[in-house]
C-alpha cells in the first residue's frame, strides 16, 4: 500500500488542524474561535495516539516482544492534553460571557470599536 493509504488518519488529522485553525483566524466571533481551538486540539490527540499505535499490537502489560507492543507513552501524554484543553476551554469561555456582560457582544470588531 502507498504512503497515503498507511497514514490516512494521520492526514485526516493534519486536515482537522488545518479546519480549525481556518476557523480561529477567519472568524470574530468568539464562540467560533473557541470551536476552531477545540477542533485544532483534537486533531493534535489524533496525530498522537495514532503515533503510538501499532497495528496487531498489545498492551504493554506482561514481559513481552518490544516489536508488538503498542506505546503507552502518547496515549498517557493526550490523557493530560485533554485535561489541559477541558480547563482552557473552560477558561475562554468565562472569558466570553465576561465580555457579553461587559460589552453587549461577542464579535471581537465590535469590542474593538466600542474602546476606541
Do not use: W
Not at 476551554?89 to 470599536?113: N, R, S, V
Amino acid at each position: 500500500m502507498n504512503i497515503l493509504g498507511n497514514n490516512i488518519i494521520q492526514m485526516g488529522s493534519i486536515v482537522l488542524f488545518g479546519i480549525g485553525f481556518t476557523t480561529l483566524l477567519l472568524n470574530n466571533n468568539m464562540i467560533k474561535k473557541i470551536i476552531g481551538m477545540n477542533i485544532m486540539d483534537t486533531s493534535i490527540f489524533l496525530f498522537f495516539i495514532t503515533i503510538g499505535y501499532i497495528n496487531g499490537g498489545k498492551p504493554p502489560i506482561n514481559d513481552m516482544d518490544i516489536r508488538v507492543m503498542v506505546n503507552p507513552i502518547p496515549s498517557s501524554l493526550m490523557l493530560t492534553g485533554i485535561v489541559v484543553a477541558i480547563c482552557t476551554t473552560a477558561f475562554m469561555l468565562a472569558l466570553t460571557i465576561k465580555f457579553y456582560h461587559t460589552y453587549g457582544t461577542i464579535e471581537l470588531d465590535e469590542i474593538l470599536t466600542i474602546n476606541k
